[in-house]
T-cell receptor, first 113, second 114 residues
């Protein structure tokens, strides 16, 4: 079974600080997705990365996919209270069911004003 | 339309009740999913329907019964639930099972079993 390690599990920071969340596995991902989930809502897809070494930017969020496609990171610059939420990485691995995503345990981010 | 809708938003039911959760998407997606999510945990896959046929059942107890009446609708029938079944139930859809498999989630139904 391919496991996905996500860290840190909890993060509480002040508005304006920068932060990075990590997703790692011992196996290769065919693709990896990042979601953000606000309290009481469903996860919202932020980005999908496919190519090793890929970097994608979404406003103050920067997503990187490792060269070997075994790890990914999400960096937030100048965090705002609106960034508060549960950040989830998820991958569809190369083998197994085409429909199944494996989620990391999530990073619960709190940005204090 | 890039939205997945779910009804009801909240549901409280007793252990002897029968209720149903509903999900709808109009993105032309051919795969639809039910997930269960406990507080501060990632979603756990329950069922996958592909082209209106049940493709994956993650060993879910029979008190949960999914139904896919057509390609846009997905139901989850609930009967004789236990208090530990209280959770956020999420529906999602995707184009299919391709390499991206980008799933779009609904807002969820908050279920409380008394």
């Amino acid at each position: 079974t391919q496991l996905l390690e996500q860290s840190p599990q909890f993060l509480s920071i002040q508005e304006g600080e920068n932060l990075t969340v990590y997703c790692n596995s011992s196996s290769v991902f065919s693709s990896l997705q990042w979601y953000r989930q606000e309290p009481g809502e469903g996860p919202v897809l932020l980005v999908t990365v496919v190519t090793g070494g890929e970097v994608k930017k979404l406003k103050r969020l920067t997503f990187q996919f490792g060269d070997a496609r075994k790890d990914s990171s999400l960096h937030i610059t100048a965090a705002q209270p609106g960034d508060t939420g549960l950040y989830l990485c998820a991958f569809r691995n190369s083998g197994g069911s085409n429909y199944k995503l494996t989620f990391g345990k999530g990073t619960l981010l709190t940005v204090n004003p | 339309d890039t939205e997945v809708t779910q009804t009801p938003k909240h549901l409280v039911m007793g252990m002897t009740n029968k209720k149903s959760l509903k999900c709808e998407q109009h993105m032309g997606h051919r795969a639809m999913y039910w997930y269960k999510q406990k507080a501060k945990k990632p979603p756990e896959l329950m069922f996958v329907y592909s082209y209106e046929k049940l493709s994956i059942n993650e060993s879910v107890p029979s008190r949960f019964s999914p139904e896919c009446p057509n390609s846009s609708l997905l139901n989850l029938h609930l009967h004789a639930l236990q208090p530990e079944d209280s959770a956020l139930y999420l529906c999602a859809s995707s184009q299919g099972g391709g390499i991206l498999n980008e799933q779009f989630f609904g807002p969820g139904t908050r279920l409380t079993v008394l």
